[in-house]
Structures are given as C-alpha cells and as structure tokens.
C-alpha cells in the first residue's frame, strides 16, 4: 500500500478507479494488525487504489476528512463524490464485502 500524501490522494480522486484511503498511525496498535489485512486486501484488489495516509505526518489530510479516530478508512468511488467511511479496528470485515461488490 503506497503511503499518501496529499498530491497522490488528489492524484488518485481524478482518476476514476476507486480509491481506499486508510488513516492509521505508526503508535497506533490496531492500526499495525489491521494494516497487514488492508495490504492484503490491495494486493487482492487491483482495481482499487488503496493509500495510507498517516495522520501524523499528514495532518491535513487527516483533518479535510474529518478523521479524529483511527484506525479508519474511506470509500472513494465517482472520482471522489461518493464516500464510505469504516471505523475500528475490524473495518476489514465491512469493508471487504464493499469492494467484493463493486
């Protein structure tokens, strides 16, 4: 998973493949465990760009999306209009089916 920064997101929402932003921390424990299903799903879902976006280093991310809890991840889809958003430290297990449908 590429780690993001606000070029790359920005980047990544003009395009028209979806994209899975995914806010975590490097202090963050679920975070860490969740962080090897989410590469997991990456590599399972070629159609989908998933970045990371570390919410220390990228502050302004973190906040244009209103992110005061992590782990967490958003859904973008139509070239950023359509958001889902999966919280905790199991939003694997929601956001799994999503992409399974798409």
Known sequence: M????IDLVN???????PTVLYFS??????????GQKMDEMDRLTPTVNFLKVDVDTQREL????????IPQAFLITNGGTTQQ?????DLH???GPTLASM
């Not at 980047?11 to 493949?17: D, I, N, T, W």
């Not at 921390?25 to 969740?34: D, T």
């Not at 973190?62 to 809890?69: C, D, F, N, T």
């Not at 958003?85 to 430290?89: A, D, E, T």
């Open 2 to 5: 590429k780690a993001a920064n």
């Open 11 to 17: 980047e990544a929402l003009g395009s028209k493949q």
């Open 93 to 95: 297990k929601d956001l």
């Open 25 to 34: 921390a490097a202090w963050c424990g679920p975070c860490r465990s969740l």
């Open 62 to 69: 973190a906040a244009k999306y209103g992110v005061i809890s």
């Open 85 to 89: 958003k999966f919280m905790g430290g």
